[in-house]
């Protein structure tokens, strides 16, 4: 963005809000100088990915002294080789964030995901606003914040299917911060290509969530396999239930997901497309989050 210098941007953010979110997303391309750059507020702790060489070590200093921020962790990213370090202050190993009034515990020095993706703020609302009384189906659910926003909503069950099991723990420690101790939050564990028997004994469902991961291993790959998610889905909702179908790739826009739907779920049509957080800035859209509402005809 001309004229606006990227620091100004993190600081009035953190001096706004209170919530997690997106503080910059340089790799959105639209600061220059700052393409390899991102920075999340996970209240009182901020995380800085670094994607290339540069150690933008004046942002990161002057984010570092803002009066809120109680440490700073950086993560130099890349791939299984990534490393993190505390720059600044005190970074608890976990911890509690409040997002939209629920709790989900952030881990992050874990892993490069610290429990929570920032850019689904906007989703995981529209979940909870279209849960009530609804039967909900949460694919590749990894820490299950769309199933808590589900139970949060009014939901009458949420499965939550995850190949990490881990995940799905983590999960559960989200419901219960939430106190939703609730024994129809069910957590399967289980490779999805073997498991659509099981899946379907908790059906039909009014709500199915597929947010899959680009590249996870030999385990998934967005061009392999979601078009064999794709073709499922119909069989699971129930008459004119609705599939929220996420696609978080640069390398594919809107119409290859609409395509694809169009390809292997015929008889279901788009309803509307759902925005990502407001901070997620992108000089091309079509290289950001998609994320489309399809229902059942």
Not at 199 to 211: K, N, S
Request: with cysteine; charged share 25%; hydrophobic share 35%.
């Amino acid at each position: 963005m001309l004229g606006v210098r990227p620091i100004d941007i993190v600081l009035e953010r953190l001096l706004l809000e209170s919530g997690p979110q997106r503080l910059l997303h340089g790799r959105g391309g639209c600061y220059d100088g700052f393409h390899d750059i991102s920075i999340d507020w996970y209240p009182p702790c901020v995380v800085i990915g670094l994607f290339g060489t540069n150690a933008h070590k004046e942002i990161v200093e002057e984010v570092g002294r803002c009066e809120k921020v109680e440490g700073v962790l950086v993560q130099k990213r890349d791939g299984r080789n990534t490393t993190s370090e505390v720059v600044q202050g005190s970074v608890p190993e976990e911890y509690v964030c409040i997002e939209n009034g629920l709790k989900f515990q952030i881990q992050p020095k874990r892993n490069q995901n610290v429990g929570l993706f920032l850019d689904m703020v906007e989703v995981r609302q529209w979940v909870r606003e279209h849960s009530r009384d609804a039967n909900v189906l949460n694919l590749f659910a990894y820490t299950a914040s769309f199933s808590v926003y589900a139970v949060s909503g009014g939901s009458t069950r949420v499965v939550n299917n995850d190949m990490s099991r881990s995940a799905l723990n983590w999960g559960k420690i989200n419901h219960q911060l939430n106190m939703q101790h609730r024994s129809d939050v069910r957590m399967v564990p289980h490779n999805l290509f073997k498991s659509w028997w099981k899946l379907r004994q908790f059906g039909p469902y009014d709500l199915v969530i597929v947010d899959p991961p680009t590249r996870q291993g030999r385990s998934f790959n967005v061009e392999k396999n979601y078009a064999q998610v794709i073709k499922r889905i119909s069989s699971l909702l129930s008459p004119h239930g609705r599939a929220v179908m996420c696609l978080n790739s640069p390398f594919h826009d809107f119409e290859y997901l609409s395509n694809l739907m169009k390809l292997r779920a015929s008889d279901m049509h788009l309803e509307h497309w759902l925005p990502p957080a407001a901070e997620f800035e992108e000089v091309n859209p079509n290289a950001g989050l998609k994320v489309g509402v399809f229902r059942r005809n």
